[in-house]
Each structure stands twice: as C-alpha cells, then as structure tokens.
C-alpha cells in the first residue's frame, strides 16, 4: 500500500509563496502519475495539477497556470507544488494523490491520497 504524506503548508501573504512537497512510501511513485488536488471549506475537492511518471509531461487548472509548477523527483520519491503568486482564494487543505496510467484532472481515478497539508492566504 502506498502511503502519501504532504508537507509545506503553512500561513503566507497574498503575492507570497509555499513549496508542498509529497513523499512517497514506496518506489512505486516512479511508476505513477501524480496529481495535487485542493479542497476548501464548504467547498469540493477542486483539480490543481497532475504530472505523468517521468515529469515530460504536466497538466493545470485554469486558475493556477502561469502561477503553480508541479515537479516531481523520482530519485527521491518525492512530488512538489511550486507555488507563487498566492491569493486568498488558494486557501485551502491540499492534497496529493497518485494514479496508474497518464495524467488527469478526475480525482476519482486516483487510488492512493496524503492526509493533507493547510494552505492559508491572508489579504
């Protein structure tokens, strides 16, 4: 069973920026697309980003293009959200997740989820 835990999260200024890294319990992280997904309060599980196994290849939302970069290192089981540009309304529990086969937006065809890590924006 994979095991996925977030960290990174944390208080921040709109304009200023946080790096959430994903650790991987196992080197089956090399083998799977990986996505980032958000949730706020009262709000539903919303698509950030997704990136294939080898990282040639990343897929955003709308609203964090241009702002938010997925990265991942295969070497270090681990999977990053860059993220820069910060709004209030980025607030929000985030939450990486990994899938067999290519990137996707669809959070149902992720198999294995991190517990979550805090993103609070302040104006």
């Known amino acids: 069973q994979v095991q996925l835990v977030e960290s990174g999260g944390g208080l921040v200024q709109a304009g200023g920026s946080l790096r959430l890294s994903c650790a991987a319990s196992?080197?089956?992280?090399?083998?799977?697309?990986m996505g980032w997904f958000r949730q706020a309060p009262g709000k539903e599980r919303e698509f950030v980003a997704s990136?294939?196994?080898?990282?040639?290849?990343?897929y955003y939302a709308d609203s964090v293009k241009g702002r938010f970069t997925i990265s991942r290192d295969n070497a270090k089981n681990t999977v990053y959200l860059q993220m820069n540009s910060l709004k209030p309304e980025d607030t929000a529990v985030y939450y990486c997740?990994?899938?067999?086969?290519?990137?996707?937006?669809?959070?149902?065809?992720?198999?294995?989820w991190g517990q979550g890590t805090q993103v609070t924006v302040s104006s």
């Open positions: 997740a990994s899938k067999r086969g290519g990137i996707s937006y669809v959070h149902t065809e992720y198999a294995y």
């Open positions: 196992l080197r089956t992280l090399s083998t799977s697309a």
């Open positions: 990136i294939n196994w080898s990282g040639g290849s990343t």
